[in-house]
Nanobody, 126 residues
Framework: VQLQASGGGLVQGGGSLRLSCAASGRTFSRDVMGWFRQAPGKEREFVSAISWSGSSTRYADSVKGRFTISRDNAKNMVYLQMNSLKPEDTAVYYC????????????????????WGQGTLVTVSS
């Protein structure tokens, strides 16, 4: 599966952005999908993940209540709605997928994902 993330850009603090991740190559409707981010000089960190059905989600504490993950399996798309953005949300955001069945406890582990997109840059100004 190939992933193409888009929707990043420059936004003022308090603003919103919606990231999209388009999957191609095969259907990903049975895959867990996640979003990770990497800020300059920092390690990659988990942001959010969603089960194949959309019935189960997880969020990092730092984004809980501000970000919402969703997916449209018919369109092979995953989304990350980001509201109330803060300068500390500035990072390159990556979408990733896991093709094997997974317990929710693994959602935040980057090594649990077996394919990744190229990333989209989000910059939040103060």
């Amino acid at each position: 599966v190939q992933l193409q993330a888009s929707g990043g850009g420059l936004v003022q603090g308090g603003g919103s952005l919606r990231l999209s991740c388009a999957a191609s190559g095969r259907t990903f409707s049975r895959d867990v999908m996640g979003w990770f981010r990497q800020a300059p000089g920092k390690e990659r960190e988990f942001v959010s993940a969603i089960s194949w059905s959309g019935s189960s989600t997880r969020y990092a504490d730092s984004v809980k209540g501000r970000f919402t993950i969703s997916r449209d399996n018919a369109k092979n798309m995953v989304y990350l709605q980001m509201n109330s953005l803060k300068p500390e949300d500035t990072a390159v955001y990556y979408c990733a997928g896991r093709s094997q069945p997974s317990s929710r406890s693994l959602y935040d582990l980057d090594y649990a994902y077996d394919y990744w997109g190229q990333g989209t840059l989000v910059t939040v100004s103060s």
